[in-house]
Nanobody, 127 residues
Framework: QLQPVQSGGGSAQPGESLRLSCSAP????????IGWFRQAPGKEREAVSC???????DYKDSVEGRFVTFRDNAKRTVYLQTNGLKPEDTGTYYC?????????????????????WGQGSLVTVSA
């Protein structure tokens, strides 16, 4: 069963950058879309970005221009480059597999939630 493995994350000061990775042997173009989500302490999980198999990405407004998601299908890896980090970016970041991108949200056929979640990567941004 598909089980993405995440790496990266950690602590950063405002304005700094971190890169998150999400890998799985099955992450080829057969998986149409990979989504990144995050959950801040005490808040609901929210979508951050989605990238199609063609490498077309979309972003939540609050991270547009600061975060970049890209994929290397040969390495079976999808990345989330987080730049210009802000304290409100603090949270646990998850990747998940979907069939398509609905804007910046990865979804399964029928509009269902993306599944096959990574284990999560903690990002803490503080001065």
């Amino acid at each position: 069963q598909l089980q993405p493995v995440q790496s990266g994350g950690g602590s950063a000061q405002p304005g700094e950058s971190l890169r998150l990775s999400c890998s799985a042997p099955e992450f080829t173009s057969d998986y149409y879309a990979i989504g990144w989500f995050r959950q801040a302490p005490g808040k609901e999980r929210e979508a951050v970005s989605c990238i199609t198999s063609d490498g077309i990405a979309d972003y939540k407004d609050s991270v547009e221009g600061r975060f970049v998601t890209f994929r290397d299908n040969a390495k079976r890896t999808v990345y989330l480059q987080t730049n210009g980090l802000k304290p409100e970016d603090t949270g646990t970041y998850y990747c998940a597999a979907g069939d398509y991108c609905s804007g910046y949200v990865a979804r399964r056929v029928g509009g269902h939630e993306a599944d096959h979640w990574g284990q999560g990567s903690l990002v803490t941004v503080s001065a």
